[in-house]
Structures are given as structure tokens and as C-alpha cells.
T-cell receptor, first 115, second 112 residues
Framework: DADVTQTPRNRITKTGKRIMLECSQT?????MYWYRQDPGLGLRLIYY???????NKGEISDGYSVSRQAQAKFSLSLESAIPNQTALYFC??????????????FGEGSRLTVL | RKEVEQDPGPFNVPEGATVAFNCTYS??????FFWYRQDCRKEPKLLMS???SGNEDGRFTAQLNRASQYISLLIRDSKLSDSATYLC?????????????FGKGTKLSVKP
């Protein structure tokens, strides 16, 4: 089983719908992240959380919200999806103690299409 | 200026070739540096860290020039399986981007 699991893996939805992407990890890491990836734009950070009570906006948080339900779970919500939120979304984790190793562990990604 | 810049490529090379990727970063407070690899439609994975003295892992060599704020990755004897996108990543402690800042990646295609 994957250490970082994202659900759903693929989703097609319509403009205006509420969407939640879920992420769970079995690595015991404190830090969790949500990124989106678009062709030509690379990985962009949406939100990150360094522990359960800590939530921080990233580069492109507008239109998104997150919830850190537990150390192992970090969900991303689109309250009212719009077509330019069509992208590949990645959840990632890292260990605070490994901050200088630069190693993020990514989930397999959730491909979201908003029509 | 973007915080981490890479030539997007694509680099199309024959098997056995040597290929080098470059990356520049703008924040002089950057503390650590990495190369990630991302296969098509897959998640990024750490390839190697980049140390000030330069480091090698098999056919892969990474180098850092702090004065020029420049990082490189050299791949020798390219294999078909090296085809992927290579992401330059910079760690800025206390930065606003959750510490790790990703370049947009350089695409490598190794042909038979």
C-alpha cells in the first residue's frame, strides 16, 4: 500500500460543484502539503500544514480551503469549482526532523477536470 | 525573476549521451538543494541532494555554485529509462512557500 494515499484519483465535475480531495499518510510525518501541477507552470503550493493546529496559505490558495483532521489526514476543498482549477493535484508529506533533506513524499496525484 | 529557473527543454538525446541540466535560484538565503525526477503522469520523487562540494550517484553528478546561485545535474551514459522531467528544488528555511520551492522542470527524452 502507498504511504501517501489520495482519493479520488480522477474526478470530473461541473462548474459550481463542491469538491473534496482527501489525503492520508502512514509515514507518521508532521508536515503535509497540497500542490497543483499545470503544464508549463510546474508545481505550485496551495496550502501546507506543519502540524494539526497549523495551517498556512501557499502561493495559490484563493478558491481553496483545507482541513487537517488528524496528523495523518489533510483534505483540500474547492467550494465552488471553476474550469481553471482543472489540474493534477498532489498531496505530499515531510518529516520536520528531515527539513534539510528536502525529501517530500508525494501521493500518486488526483486528476481533476472541471467542465 | 522567478525563484527557481530551469530550461524547460525538451532535451532529446540518444542513448549513451551525456546531458547536463542547469538551474538558477534567486534567494541567496537558500540553504539546501535537490533534484527530483518526475515520470510522465507520476508523482515527483527525490533523485538526489546537491552538496556544496559536488556529489555523485552512479551516472548522476550534481554540483552547486553558491556564488553564482547555480545548480547543475549531469547524466552520463543516458538510458531510455532516464526519460523524465527533472525538477530543481531549493529549500529556504522560514520561506513563505513551506520551505521547498520547485522549478518548473526540464524534460529529458532519451531515444534509442
Amino acid at each position: 500500500d502507498a504511504d501517501v494515499t489520495q482519493t479520488p484519483r480522477n474526478r470530473i465535475t461541473k462548474t459550481g460543484k463542491r469538491i473534496m480531495l482527501e489525503c492520508s499518510q502512514t509515514k507518521g510525518h508532521d508536515r503535509m502539503y497540497w500542490y497543483r501541477q499545470d503544464p508549463g507552470l510546474g508545481l505550485r503550493l496551495i496550502y501546507y500544514s506543519f502540524d494539526v493546529k497549523d495551517i498556512n496559505k501557499g502561493e495559490i490558495s484563493d478558491g481553496y480551503s483545507v482541513s487537517r483532521q488528524a496528523q495523518a489526514k489533510f483534505s483540500l476543498s474547492l467550494e465552488s469549482a471553476i474550469p481553471n482549477q482543472t489540474a493534477l493535484y498532489f498531496c505530499a508529506t515531510s518529516d520536520m526532523g528531515q527539513v534539510n533533506t528536502g525529501e517530500l513524499f508525494f501521493g500518486e496525484g488526483s486528476r481533476l477536470t472541471v467542465l | 525573476r522567478k525563484e527557481v529557473e530551469q530550461d524547460p527543454g525538451p532535451f532529446n538525446v540518444p542513448e549513451g549521451a551525456t546531458v547536463a541540466f542547469n538551474c538558477t535560484y534567486s534567494n541567496s538565503a537558500s540553504q539546501s538543494f535537490f533534484w527530483y525526477r518526475q515520470d510522465c503522469r507520476k508523482e515527483p520523487k527525490l533523485l538526489m541532494s546537491v552538496y556544496s562540494s559536488g556529489n555523485e550517484d552512479g551516472r548522476f553528478t550534481a554540483q552547486l555554485n553558491r556564488a553564482s546561485q547555480y545548480i547543475s545535474l549531469l547524466i552520463r551514459d543516458s538510458k531510455l529509462s532516464d526519460s523524465a522531467t527533472y525538477l530543481c528544488v531549493v529549500n529556504v528555511i522560514g520561506g513563505s512557500q513551506g520551505n521547498l520551492i520547485f522549478g518548473k522542470g526540464t524534460k529529458l527524452s532519451v531515444k534509442p
